[in-house]
């Protein structure tokens, strides 16, 4: 049996052809799968009340303790921003930085670290919990594990993926 040879077509051709590719699909997806990812293991690690606390980061201290759904929401939603914004910046260096492109792997994993660290020694203590260390060693090498995996990675293979 002889069977018709089909030319294959390679997804980036496909993405191509139908148009999702670009910043807007790659900061989306990238940020999206970076906060679904980092919110479940914070909820795992830290339990549920764990969104009370990224409000307060704004709210203050004692939105953690009195909040109520609203306050539980802005804690999701605020923890999806900054997780779309890490995307967001990881996809501009990306236009003049080819390599984060070319090397997600080992790009995504630094870029998890350098997200810890921002959040550990920026973010926090800047926030209205004036959260500052110091840190025990496990803490900060736990953090940095947790976002090499479940930011880095994904916002370094959206880019890839989906950026222009």
């Known amino acids: 049996m002889i069977e018709a040879s089909t030319p294959r077509v390679s997804s980036r051709e496909t993405s191509q ?3 999702k590719r670009g910043a807007l699909p790659a ?3 990238g940020g999206a799968i970076a906060g679904v990812l980092d919110l479940t293991q914070a909820l795992i690690h830290f339990g549920v009340g764990i969104p009370f606390s990224i ?3 704004l709210l203050g201290p004692d939105a953690a303790r009195h909040g109520g759904a609203g306050t539980y929401a802005l804690g999701v939603l605020l ?10 910046a990881y996809y501009l260096a990306s236009r003049r930085l080819r390599f984060l492109v070319d090397y997600p792997l080992v790009c995504g994993m630094l870029y ?3 997200v810890e660290l921002v959040m550990v020694l920026a973010v926090l203590p800047l926030s209205a919990l004036h959260a500052a260390g110091p840190y ?3 803490q900060l090498l736990q953090g940095i594990g947790v976002h090499m995996v479940t930011v880095g990675l ?3 293979y959206s880019v890839r993926r989906f950026g222009r």
Not at 79 to 88: K, V
Request: hydrophobic fraction near 70%; glycine fraction near 10%.
């Open 17 to 19: 052809a139908s148009g």
């Open 154 to 156: 994904p916002i370094a």
């Open 136 to 138: 025990a060693l496990q």
């Open 27 to 29: 900061i989306a997806i």
């Open 55 to 57: 409000a307060a980061g």
């Open 79 to 88: 923890h999806f921003f900054i997780a779309l914004c890490f995307a967001a």
């Open 112 to 114: 998890g670290i350098l």
